[in-house]
């Protein structure tokens, strides 16, 4: 009977997120991933059971990480218990892979904290004059800077870089233990920065073909990538109904077993309204600050998939006004700083399970949200935990005929007739969008911009270490 309760067990195992411990009557006992007390009380099976527990699996006391600024990182020990220690520690637990995270942004500057991260990259900016480097694509990443210099290419507004692409590939994978600087969500992480956005934000179909580049497609004029991406964080956006050219790709990168993470935006609006927010695949993303409230400035709406720490992020940057210097940290706000947490708990979910299939790396993340502060109607499903994420994805059967239930089933949203202002206004603001479907003269139109980056910085830790 035994045997046939543990077989029943198991195969009813994909959607459960503990082990258990069964004991007998008879003094034996065996371990279960699946409660047969509760599972399959119809097999009348409770008298050979003495009792049934949760086999919880437990860990050393390490206690804090070494980095100088571990303690500054509010996220890491003073949330959900320290979720994210948990996590990042469980996720290599059984030796699983490296995962590939790319990061489509600014592209990247020189850092100790991810330089042996980095396999490969491109810069897929086809106009010159927004990339700054002397040409339209190639295989250099690097950030040159997002500054404006109002020289009239855009009317940019920003008279300092943001390294806004360095900043996020930090949160999501910044060494540790090393004495020095921060840690990041996870570790086993290979970085791949694609470099979309420069001063003028960045044209739709550059970003939309790093996507697909960055999920192992091809792409014209660009080599193939080496290094496919499990995950793609988009921390940008612009208010608009999704590209039908963007969610082409976002569809390819899916069926390549890629998720798509996207930061909604910090207009304090409808998600709804804000692309690739609005495309249908992705893993919508707001903020939550430290006391788990739905973070002011983050948008919000029934499509918001999760929440993640987005105030106060201390993470990895350069000190250049405008170009490149040394390296350095600052804290930034916003939902762009969220979805890094998110596409970090999307990699250790496949480290954890490498099998699984995007959209039950979606469902994980939300069914296992934890409840937050909502000011709104509907801010999203929860703020994650993604220790607990991890953990379930341990015990989840690859299924590749899940299917989650996407709150958008159509790519984008229907005509926009509010009004949104259009034009060339205001350049310069890190995570904008260029559309060009219906530009105007030479340079296309910006539609609608927000700053998915957030705006504040914070403090700028700065150190003459030489490395």
């Not at 469980?90 to 699983?96: I, P, R």
């Amino acid at each position: 009977m035994r045997f046939l309760i543990l077989a029943l067990a198991a195969s009813f195992a994909a959607n459960l997120s503990a082990n258990y411990i069964v004991k007998y009557k008879d003094g034996s006992s065996e371990t279960s991933i699946a409660n047969p007390t509760t599972s399959f009380a119809s097999f009348s099976i409770s008298g050979d059971i003495e009792y049934v527990e949760e086999d919880r699996r437990l860990f050393a006391h390490y206690g804090e990480y070494n980095d100088t600024y571990y303690s500054n990182q509010w996220y890491f020990n003073n949330y959900l218990s320290n979720s994210f220690y948990h996590a990042r520690e469980y996720a290599l637990a059984d030796g699983g892979p490296n995962v590939t995270v790319a990061i489509i942004d600014t592209g990247i500057t020189s850092h100790f904290e991810l330089n042996q991260n980095v396999v490969g990259g491109y810069d897929m900016i086809s106009d010159g004059a927004n990339s700054r480097d002397g040409g339209g694509r190639d295989s250099d990443p690097s950030d040159e800077g997002d500054f404006g210099d109002n020289s009239g290419t855009c009317s940019a507004g920003s008279s300092s870089s943001t390294w806004h692409g360095t900043h996020i590939a930090g949160i999501v994978a910044a060494r540790s233990d090393n004495n020095y600087g921060i840690v990041g969500a996870a570790k086993g992480i290979n970085l791949l920065p694609v470099r979309v956005l420069g001063a003028c934000g960045g044209l739709t179909s550059d970003i939309a073909d790093a996507v697909r580049w960055a999920a192992g497609g091809s792409v014209r004029g660009a080599g193939q990538n080496p290094n496919p991406a499990k995950v793609i964080n988009m921390s940008l956006g612009a208010r608009g109904s999704c590209s039908r050219y963007m969610q082409e790709s976002i569809d390819f990168a899916k069926s390549q077993g890629a998720v798509v993470v996207v930061a909604t935006g910090n207009s304090n609006a409808d998600a709804t309204f804000y692309t690739p927010a609005n495309c249908r695949g992705v893993l919508r993303v707001g903020a939550v600050n430290q006391s788990r409230s739905r973070s002011t400035y983050s948008n919000f709406g029934s499509i918001v998939d999760i929440a993640a720490p987005g105030d106060g992020i201390l993470s990895t940057v350069n000190s250049g006004q405008t170009t490149p210097s040394t390296e350095s940290f600052a804290s930034m706000n916003g939902t762009s700083m969220a979805a890094g947490f998110i596409s970090a708990t999307a990699a250790m979910i496949y480290q954890a399970n490498p099998g699984l299939y995007p959209d039950q790396v979606r469902q994980i993340i939300t069914q296992t949200a934890v409840s937050y502060y909502c000011d709104k109607e509907s801010c999203s499903k929860g703020a994650v935990d993604p220790y607990e994420a991890v953990s379930l994805a341990y015990n989840t059967t690859p299924n590749a005929n899940f299917s989650y239930k996407d709150p958008v089933l159509v790519g984008g949203t229907a005509a926009l007739n509010d009004g949104f202002s259009s034009g060339n206004k205001s350049g310069g603001a890190c995570g904008t969008i260029e559309d060009v479907s219906g530009g105007q003269g030479g340079n296309g139109t910006l539609i609608g911009l927000f700053f998915i980056m957030a705006v504040v910085i914070f403090h700028r830790y700065k150190f003459t270490k030489q490395l």
